[in-house]
């Protein structure tokens, strides 16, 4: 829930092509629905059939946009972009859509993953002489575009795959055509919606619900399809896909309503809930969700187990991300800001607190001191996911390793620190086996990345030079 | 859940005297956990040993104040108030708390309630020369301890409450002491919390909760509570007091976590969604709550009737106060955007839909349509509290009686507009005799007013002549 | 020209009253006219037939006003306030007009002035058991009229003027009449205009002129004009007048476009300017003035002395209220933001160099200092007023007398301290006889005030406790 | 004085280089300085050792800068920019400095200047493969600059200086050096001054006063001066110069503080006004400037004819860039809103008005009818340049000719057009020969321009495909 207590997601990204109607109010409302996938700025490039016009600021899709220029943003095609900014000073370059101009071509691109040999990449561009405005990796795909671009539109894109390594889910478009990119391992999810004769590219399916349109499939792995005024052409890289989407997006990122290469958030976080009672039953009288990140899980853990499940944690809807935060000193007042104990329902009981996942740990250890303060007489914790042990660099903003306290105790250890009566991760082989993500990565639990990873590299290799 | 679809609580309040502490970053924190009280101002007002500072402003508690402004606000007693106001464009001038200074005094007052009597008073007062500078019915509370004051603090405010009638929770901040009154009926709550050496006064307990204090007790019917640093005195009216606290507190308005007289708002909620499943049960197959304000009567009907219990409707956490509005002819997404349907979870199945109560219906239509567009076979509503079908004169902004659609239909007939396939209401007697609130009252629901109010009667006559 | 280096008049007030025409705008633009009068916020009331609809806040016109809430405040009559404000954290409730409603009356008050018995009233109405809720003694004003009430309007504003004691330039919008009030001093100025049907008043005349209105006649010392839809009604007090209008005007506030009580402002600081030069001519090449306000002075001692008058001095237009101060140690700079000298104009010349007044004199060391850095041979200071040495309680916002270098030093010593090879200032008499001011205050530079104001006096004591 | 009235300026440039200061505060006081060239948007580019640091906005540098962000901008070389934008949408993507990153170099550019053949230019680069991100022909110098780098910086820079053609006075920083480079025509100023260790480079020398520094000398045509810590270099190209300055720069854009090419502006002016007089001299009573455009050439035409000069036109300092128009049918309005007619002043006299020059002549015509309106007996119009015919195309936003009255009329159709008595411009003759301006572009009076410029180019090509 705390900042810096989550993962986070670094891109939402969706696209709009329509035969007949404007697109800028429902890229907004597809924004609105991808929120979650970032909060730090937020993007719209609209194609009016002579140019791109882009409108893109710092803070949320409801406070960069409003009526008036979402109405400048005339056109029947556009994409959209949020995201979660990893930096200070720049924010506001590094927004996306990127939109470039060359060759008498409009492109507009909007980038959800992150690529690992950007560095080398850039380094062998800037060797040839071009320049490069942002520190934002996405850049780079746009060079590689452009460079290739007199091959055709289609062959530049595939030539830029065969270059790029890492995690992409693209939006990208042009003056003719909308097209839609997943990486060769699927990491980050891409998915096509319909309505009438309007087709939508969305990170998630929940932004289509927003807007009646139907989820038609996912994007593959390693597939283009672009889409124009003849409908959807799929193109394939002639390589090998190897299917190993992000786990995290199942475990926490997404949202419960999407459903992602086929299968339902919702319903995944309700098994790991069920798979962990199984894994690690206890006798208690309630089951408490961290709101709102453990609320799936602990309902799964609920139904297995039999424990009624209760609001024992109360959350405040007023605290925006802007909140004066109490003095050093008085840290227990940060979290009951956000989260109060309900002393009636707690008082006397065991209590099982579930979460998706632990990442440094203070926060878990002041909510198990919230309950037992509220008085439950034993706080039990199950995580529906394994410890966080590695860092991520397929688009996830992780801590250091040092910071992560799964990478630093045992589960034994990380129990005593949080004050837990007990504590249980789910298994990996839980998450695989029984819950039937056979093919995704787990880098962050166990090291096996989907492409192998330098040592010492760090995604954000061009802010510090 | 939407705009126009809740009643509105008009306001909450907050004081604090310390002997030893600032108070200011207290009352920010207390007004921040009372925020579901009003959102449209909020206002601090600190004596700071030689003369009363405040600072008010519209939005947020978090819009208004920060570090700076509330380091400004030096001092060992003040109180806060938050606001939901109805009028348009004078409400910075109707914000609270109200200062004024007469006779070499400061005072500072915050109200949450409303006057039935205010105009024959307002007329009384300005027949004797008085001036009035807001429209909001709390200055003419301000004007009568002025013109009894000769006659000392309490028994001015002892008078004033002689002359005052309908519903008030006052904080009062005077050069010495800070002052809560509750009106002889008790309808708005107020409680006194201490930590260390500084006692609280606030709307509800869970604004101690959020700063470490604890609930004391609650201000009694008629009492008035003097604080200084002698402690705690208190004063009665020598009139009959009869406890008829409003019910729509423990259904809707306050938070779960507050105690408000003695009843956990929770659990009493859990016991209205369990007499529900009692007054109407149905067999089917998943309780699904309108979030948020339906979840702990969903899981008491849950918890009573077996069934379980499951997030059928997800709410987009982003969508604050402002976002842009659909055109007319779209109303649904307006609905999708805060909220969509778990398709996945709904279909196919016979769904009880719980809420606290219906005010307009057009919002529950939507939801009821929304669920079966999702693919639930049945919808059954299930409403935790009765009809509303009377205006309340004493706090609550209820729409024109026209509007109500309670008061236009009979049960069938909105189980009919709604859409759903069944339709149940909870008893008044059911919530007076099996839930314990044998002395509320129910006015909205049956037209039962503790105090007479007069036909024709508006509470915002003075904003339109 | 820098802050705290000229005295500040506090306030501009605008009126207006029409048969046909909707007025807010004109008040606006009247206020635009005005703002020279005060920067620190602005605010206009209109009644709407039925009731006072008010805007005031922080700012420029231009910052608290758009076409959006100018619309709001639709009628045919109202006034309108530009306020220079005194202190810090309640500004926003001292703005004006006062909004007040007594009596089914709405009352509206715009103020110009200050009272010098206000404390007295104040105590004495507060001793009646009355409220205030400003700091302002404009709100006394308010209590004094409601108070009379019954008597009827013009004898209540009557009887008010025989209990205040100051100077006061008031506008006051009552639900039928437009009203005027002039202390009988005439201290503040206040005059009358017309255009078609609609009646205005105004501060200083070039208010009218921007909305093509005709300047009909100053309201006199001690007059109250009433308009209504019969026309103007003037009423007097039977006291006798004794007119001793601020000389300031003419010297520094009011525009050089204005015409204050029959005489031009413009002519009257040419005659100043001119009268210099003849009690201190001097053998120069060049006359620099102070740009602006030494302009019309500088040009009235060129065509008397028959040296030349160049800009010696170029302002930088585009620095506003708020811009980055340079460190302390880096005084000059500060200067030099504003005001450039052009230094292959005044290189090697004797200047002359004008200015209206020296306050701390601060402000005028760097220009000498600037203009001999330059390259100037010689700077000799003519200075269009005398030395200011008291304190003024009659509208203006004096520094304390040991702030003042008039009063501090002789004429000799403030030489030496701004580096000047000569100095003089206008001699009272000079500014008497010579330029016809016979009946005017000159409370600031002789102490001979037009009422008797008691020692130890502040203003501002509702401020301070 | 009114918007579209005046020709615009599109930019003013600065930069800084020291050995032992950090540069960010004076960069921002030199802006100010230059804010008169752009007020759209202001930019600084700070090196701090690693990278540049950007922060730029839209607005004046006081709207921009805060000390806060200018103390981010931390570092001992760094330019600054201010813009006067010609287009809507995408403003803050074509704010400058423009910042790239190639072969680890940092590189950051600001340019005030027009490129001629800049469709050419972009359509080669987008033919190589090279993207835009933004519609200014500023970014063509970044990747022309960046294409030949292998060569080496200066190197570059000079096969860029040999490919581009129009007006350009560059600042660019690298991670070593601080560069200035002016065109081979020397059309755009730029100087250089220096104080203590430390060099600056601006558009005009008033921005040095401001900072203390001294004026060394002007970049001249064709010139890179390369500034590092072994001091200035400077570079020439091979080609032979033909200096053309821009005229407008002494007739209206520069402040007349600033000394350009040797020549004092102030003193220019005065002079074209004073050959005013000698070509067309009147017997008047009064020489009236228009505030402040025309005050230096009033003074000279003044002194010439011994006619006195006087402030019969008043203008309202409070007036920013933004401020309520009235509405079309009041046009009037809107002039008396920035200036009024001193009456007084110009009852029955015969005026001389005089202005630097007259684009479309709305205003020049309301201000004659102004001046009558205020009782002027006659109005003898004096513009102190030639009638302006043509477009310019070297950095000098014009209207389209058929807004130039110049273009659509004889002198006399303009005399009528404007209500004046009499007219008068300046002659070609006059500002070259008895000015002493040999070597300047007249381009916009006779059409004779630096650089041949193809038929039908607009300079804003970019941005309507």
């Given at each position: 829930m705390?900042?810096?207590?989550?993962?986070?997601?670094?891109?939402?990204?969706?696209?709009?092509?329509?035969?007949?109607?404007l697109v800028a109010f429902n890229?907004?409302?597809?924004?609105?629905a991808l929120q979650h996938r970032g909060q730090?700025?937020?993007?719209?490039?609209?194609?009016?059939?002579?140019?791109?016009?882009?409108?893109?600021?710092?803070?949320?899709?409801?406070?960069?946009?409003?009526?008036?220029?979402?109405?400048?943003?005339?056109?029947?095609?556009?994409?959209?972009?949020v995201r979660y900014s990893t930096t200070g000073s720049n924010d506001i370059v590094n927004a996306q859509p990127l939109v470039a101009n060359f060759r008498k071509e409009y492109m507009a691109l909007a980038h959800n993953g992150n690529l690992i040999n950007a560095e080398e990449l850039r380094n062998q561009l800037e060797d040839e002489g071009r320049i490069f405005q942002t520190t934002s990796d996405s850049e780079i795909i746009l060079h590689l575009i452009a460079k290739n671009f007199q091959k055709g539109l289609i062959e530049a894109i595939q030539e830029t795959m065969?270059?790029?390594?890492?995690?992409?889910?693209?939006?990208i478009l042009t003056d003719h055509k909308l097209i839609g990119v997943r990486d060769v391992n699927s990491i980050r999810p891409l998915c096509i919606g319909k309505k009438g004769d309007t087709y939508f590219l969305a990170s998630e399916s929940c932004a289509f619900d927003v807007i009646g349109a139907k989820l038609i499939r996912d994007v593959e792995a390693g597939e283009i399809v672009a889409i124009d005024k003849n409908g959807i052409n799929s193109f394939r890289l002639e390589v090998e896909e190897k299917k190993m989407p992000c786990v995290f997006e199942y475990i926490y990122f997404a949202r419960p309503d999407s459903v992602?290469?086929?299968?339902?958030?919702?319903?995944?976080?309700l098994e790991m809930g069920k798979r962990l009672a199984i894994e690690s039953p206890i006798e208690a009288d309630l089951v408490v969700p961290v709101p709102d990140s453990g609320v799936a899980a602990a309902r799964g853990y609920s139904l297995q187990s039999g424990i009624p499940m209760g609001e024992g944690l109360i959350k405040n809807k007023y605290i925006g991300r802007t909140f004066i935060a109490p003095d050093q000193k008085d840290r227990e007042t940060g979290v009951k800001i956000k989260l109060n104990v309900l002393k009636e329902l707690v008082k006397s009981k065991k209590i099982v607190l579930i979460d998706d996942s632990i990442v440094r740990g203070t926060t878990m250890k002041r909510l198990v001191n919230l309950l037992k303060s509220g008085g439950a007489k034993e706080v039990h914790v199950r995580i529906s996911s394994p410890p966080v042990k590695y860092s991520c660099y397929f688009g996830i903003d992780t801590p250091t390793k040092k910071e992560l306290i799964g990478a630093r105790m045992s589960v034994e250890e990380i129990r005593k620190a949080i004050g837990a009566d007990s504590l249980h991760f789910?298994?990996?082989?839980?998450?695989?086996?029984?819950?039937?993500?056979?093919?995704?990565?787990?880098?962050?639990?166990?090291?096996?990345?989907?492409?192998?990873?330098?040592?010492?590299?760090?995604?954000?290799?061009?802010?510090?030079?």
């Open positions: 705390g900042n810096g207590e989550k993962l986070k997601e670094e891109c939402g990204v969706f696209g709009a092509f329509s035969l007949s109607s890229i907004y409302y597809g924004l609105q730090e700025s937020a993007g719209i490039a609209v194609y009016d059939g002579e140019k791109v016009n882009c409108i893109k600021g710092l803070g949320l899709a409801t406070e960069v946009f409003n009526k008036g220029n979402l109405k400048v943003l005339e056109g029947k095609m556009g994409i959209g972009h065969r270059q790029i390594k890492g995690s992409y889910a693209l939006v992602i290469d086929g299968k339902s958030v919702y319903f995944t976080r789910l298994s990996i082989e839980g998450l695989k086996k029984n819950i039937g993500l056979e093919s995704i990565c787990t880098g962050c639990f166990d090291g096996n990345y989907p492409l192998e990873v330098s040592k010492g590299k760090s995604k954000y290799l061009f802010e510090k030079k």
